[in-house]
């Protein structure tokens, strides 16, 4: 039997931002798996398909690791930060 996914769409807004990455538990914490598009606003999108679970993850800002401002549920990281949690 197929797990089922959840539609999610991450975004992010800042407009000078020259590139954007969705990094987290779900593509392995890579930096170059999710690239997201800018909208006419400024707005970074990414739409992923999750299955149900707990999610941890993070934006790369222009080579920043970035917290999600939208989302203030967080897990302290091994790198001494946090990370962004996303329950589905």
Do not use: C
């Not at 769409?9 to 392995?28: R, W």
């Not at 934006?59 to 949690?85: C, K, M, R, S, Y």
């Amino acid at each position: 039997m197929a797990t089922k996914k959840n539609r999610v769409e991450f975004t992010i807004t800042d407009p000078k931002a020259k590139q954007v990455i969705l990094s987290g538990t779900f593509n392995e914490w890579s930096e170059t798996a999710d690239p997201m598009k800018k909208d006419k606003t400024g707005t970074w999108r990414k739409v992923k398909m999750l299955p149900a679970g707990r999610h941890e993850y993070k934006f790369i800002v222009d080579g920043t690791w970035t917290l999600d401002p939208q989302n203030t549920e967080t897990v302290p990281n091994e790198h001494g930060t946090a990370n962004n949690i996303l329950k589905l």
